[in-house]
């Protein structure tokens, strides 16, 4: 069973930097397919950065695109999501995810495994 226990969230200013963190159990990181996801008051939960399983390929939403930076340590069995010059748009709580079988995912049912979420909150 994978467990995943996100952190590093917190109240930042426009233009500010956060860096959120994906703690992995139960299974190593190398294996998995990962990914962010968030969700904003009101809205449906979406697709924020993805890596691929056994490799270092990456995929963003546009939005998050020369912002955001997905990337895995393997010997701390973590995924990272680096968020830079953050905007009052990037305001969500949000989710990491994990799948066993696929190897890459970019939509919610790529993933079986969900972390609880971190709230990430940008004043403006």
């Known amino acids: 069973q994978v467990q995943l226990l996100e952190s590093g969230g917190g109240l930042v200013q426009a233009g500010g930097s956060l860096r959120l963190s994906c703690a992995i159990s139960g299974r190593t990181a190398t294996r998995l397919a990962m990914g962010w996801f968030r969700q904003a008051p009101g809205k449906e939960r979406e697709f924020v950065a993805s890596i691929m399983r056994g490799g270092g390929s990456t995929y963003y939403v546009d939005s998050v695109k020369g912002r955001f930076n997905i990337y895995r340590d393997n010997a701390k069995n973590t995924v990272y999501l680096r968020m830079s010059n953050l905007k009052p748009d990037d305001t969500a709580v949000y989710y990491c995810a994990a799948d066993e079988g696929r190897t890459i995912g970019i939509t919610e049912k790529d ?14």
Do not use: H, K
């Open 111 to 124: 993933y079986d495994y969900w972390g609880r979420g971190t709230q990430v909150t940008v004043s403006s």
